[in-house]
């Protein structure tokens, strides 16, 4: 399976519009690289895509991809989105694919990310005919979920709801479903992509995704709980974002570290502007690549 990272950035991108920290300033200055929002696009063949999430960047990451450009005229390769939550930054691009015409796209998501999106008028007619808004529904067990009209019978996908809230415009609930996260895999095959690019908590399900995944793409949004306030862009903390942070006792990276099973790749993705993470000369970035675990940048191309 073809894995392709066509963003890496939380919300905004880096360098983000309206914002002068020393991320951006590096990224705008050529110091750093530029991150578009996060997304990712697999592939069984390097013909059909399924696109893990949709970014508002993403008629921009099409055009940055060969693979992902049409073939013909008014035609795109690809087949599907797949969905983990109701952030515009992760929905926002399916109102720049609304021009796709007669071409059929099928979205998968929750039931409580459908309902939430089903709501905007921009993300509405991918709920109409030729399109289809499929939910998924969230299963302890991890039960598989039909895949086949996305990329044929090429892909194996299964879901599974980790700790989070609905989006800020949804009044940050605490629901089951909110949030989700995807195991891929080609039929046959043991190699597993892991999917969870947000998520407020690594409880036992996810701990388990994570133990029986052979690349990992996880959330990497804030380094620290606190790096908003102290950076003075946001009196708002990572957790209350519905965010666990990497570092820090309680983090994601202390919490990986004492699993008894690692992923052969742990990629931290959907960074912040905020991350320190994001300069490589950093003790932050530095704790985590020491860690075994490395951090996703846009084009970051794998096979799995």
Known sequence: MIVRVLGSAAGGGVPQWNC???NCAAARAGRAPRRTQSAVAVSPDGDRWLLLNCSPDVAAQIEAYAPLQPRTTRSTPLCGVLLTDANVDHLGGLAVLRQAGNHRFVVRSSAVVAQIAGAQPAFAPFAAPPHRWVTVAPDPSCEAVDANDVVGNAIEVRVLAVPGTTPGYDGRRSVTGAVVAYELREPGSNATLLFAPVYAGIDERLAAAIGRATVAFLDGSFYSDDELVE?????????????????????SLARLTALPNRPQRTIFTHLNNSNPMLDPSSDAASFVRDAGFEIAEDGLELRT
């Open 231 to 251: 950076s003075g862009l946001m009196p708002k903390r990572a957790r209350a974002l519905g965010h666990l942070p990497v570092g820090g006792p309680d983090g």
């Open 20 to 22: 002068g920290c020393a």
